[in-house]
Structures are given as C-alpha cells and as structure tokens.
DNA sequence: ATAGTGATTTGATAAATATCTAATCATTCT
DNA sequence: AGAATGATTAGATATTTATCAAATCACTAT
C-alpha cells in the first residue's frame, strides 16, 4: 500500500468522499460524475488522478470512456492501521529521558537542576548511576561523587533521598 | 460518533498522527508530547483540542498534569464506515428509486426493460427526463431521444404512452 | 497569599491545495 | 482526414490551516 498519510490525506476532502461514494455505487466516469455532483470534469479529473496515483481507485478504457473503479481492500482495513506509524518502535520514555539527559549534562557536567519534577527525577537517577549498589558512604564521600557533577551537592543529596533513590541512618548512606 | 468528514481531516496531519501514536503506546499530557515530538506545548495543545472535540482523544486532570488518552473505539472501525455517507439513507422510496435506476442503467444506457411495473414506471419516468415540458416532438424526434437509452423505442414510446407519461395526438407527442 | 508550572488562547504568518476557465490531448466515428 | 467528445493539463485564485511567540488561565505546593 502506498504511503499512508497519504491516503488519509486525499480521504479529508469532501469532494472527494462524493466521489468515493459514487463509485461505491456503480463504477462510473469523469462526465457522469460531474454532471451528478454539480462540479467541473477537470476537477473530477484532478481528484481521481490523485486518487489513483495512491491505489484508492483504479482505471481503464472502454470505448470512449475511462471507467473508473474502487480498489476495495484498503476500505475494509481498520482505521488503526492507517494510523498506526511502524517506524516508531522505540519507547518513548526511552527518548524522553535520552533527550532530558542529553540537555541537562553537558560534557558529563549537570549544567542546572532542572525544576520540573519528571526532569529532575530523571537527572537525579541519572547522578545516582555512580553509586555502588550495597555499599556504605558517609556523607563526606556522597558529596564528593555529586560534586563531580554539580557544584550544590547539598541541595542534589536532599534530592536524592526526598525521591527516594537514597537512604540516610545515623549519618550512613546507602544507594537503593 | 462526530462527524466522519472532520474526523478524517483531523487524521490528515502528520502531527496529529504523531500525537495519536504516542497515546497509542501510553497515555501522556503535553509537555511531554511536546518534548517527545520537539513541537511547542501551544501546537500540541491545538491539535489535541480538536481531536478531543471530534471524540478521538478524552482528557482528565490528574494533579500537575491533563492526561490525555485515545478513544480507541473509534480506530477499530474499518475505514469504509468513515468513508459511506450517511446521506444515503433517504426515505425508503427514494432508495427503491435509486437502486431501480442503478441497477437497469449502466453508463447511461437501460440494459434490460423491467417488467415488474411498478419499476418499469420508475425506469419510463427517468427517460421521460430527457424532454422538455411543453415542447411538441414529432414521433422521430422521440424515437430519437429514446434510442439513446436502448434499442427497442417502440416498446418503450408505447409503454410511456400507457402509463400517462406522454401524451399523443394526430402524431404530435409531449410530456406529461 | 504567592510563586511555580503546565494548559490554553490569541494574533500573525506561511504553506498547502481545491476549484475554475481555457487550452490541449486522445480516442472514436464518419 | 477531420469532426466530435471525453480526459487531462496549465495557470490563476481564494480558502484553509499548521505553526509559533507571547500573553493569559488554572491548578498546586510552599
């Protein structure tokens, strides 16, 4: 099938959808369908030819007459797969936190906490990477890790534990 | 369901596709959107706007957020339900009518001579179509016209005399 | 309250395209 | 060959509308 948007393109025309329907009807020609639906035959024209070109409808000659028909198959498809894009296979919250750290990190820097929440808990997650998961740090060497970021390491610290990514007890913490 | 014409303008947009593909893996609002698609929040927020307005998105407020979702009923439909008018389900007379003429007359010609009366006073009516009220034919002339329909215009002048749709005298003819 | 953040509206602009008239092409019939 | 008729193309015009920036609205959290 060609190319969708295409097709749901050339479907978003009135016009055409009368056309549509008179072929629904009866395979029929330019003449005919201008005459039944009060418009001019090079407008009929243009619009079958556009229609054609995109495997809705079909022609050929007979006799005087170009005899144009509706290629049946794409009609019965559901909507869906005329909507429905294969190329976007990939997870868009996969694209989302890429794009979200691709802005936020500069040259392996955090150049601003972001504001936003999603954003800043995507950053946040991101900063966390460089834990050990199991180990104990005291405070001095958390602060040291977020400094290699971000210059306000108290501030990203209280983050981390506010969402929950790291856990405090007796001035010990642990990556979760 | 809304209007299928407005639907299927609505599903002529690359955009929109986009948007529709990306509630089609996971409901979202339009920040993120946004983000996803590197678009500004005001054009997603537009062209969600009248999607929902035709019924193919919903939305609701959940905290910060409008989440917004797919009505996916609609795209489960085959495609030709969005592309049949609706307009076509006149009175039951007028669709005899029509299915009488579209099924005796191909390419403007009448393939057979209904004998069923009721529909060969339907097929005699629509011939009677091509006079002219109040002109005087003479009974070539008549002959004429008819023989551009089918072959056997004696037969039919005849009939069209018996049913009243034309009137003769002293070898003048008329529409009724 | 008030600041912050996401949603929506407004106004302006640029691009796409449906339609018409007039001209040309293609086929059939005399 | 040429006349007639239907199909197609070309050029011009008007309408629609997608998009953005900026302003405003609505809700939430401090």
């Given at each position: 099938m060609k190319e969708k948007l295409e097709i749901l393109k050339l479907l978003a025309d009135k016009t055409r959808l009368d056309i549509l329907n008179a072929l629904m009807k009866e395979d029929s020609y330019i003449e005919k369908i201008a005459c039944d639906l009060s418009i001019t035959p090079a407008t009929i024209c243009y619009h079958l030819k556009k229609m054609e070109s995109a495997g809705m409808v079909k022609c050929s000659r007979s006799q005087f007459y170009m005899i144009y028909s509706l290629n049946k198959e794409i009609f019965d498809k559901p909507l869906i797969e005329l909507v429905k894009?294969?190329?976007?296979?990939?997870n868009s919250e996969d694209r989302y936190r890429k794009d979200v750290i691709s802005n936020f990190f500069k040259l392996g820097k955090l150049i601003s906490i972001p504001t936003q929440r999603k954003k800043r808990e995507i950053v946040l997650a991101e900063i966390s990477k460089s834990f050990e998961k199991g180990k104990i740090y005291l405070e001095k060497e958390v602060d040291e890790i977020i400094h290699r970021f971000h210059e306000d390491h108290c501030t990203i610290r209280r983050e981390m534990i506010a969402c929950g990514l790291v856990k405090r007890e007796n001035g010990k913490y642990w990556i979760i």
């Open positions: 894009n294969d190329a976007l296979l990939e």
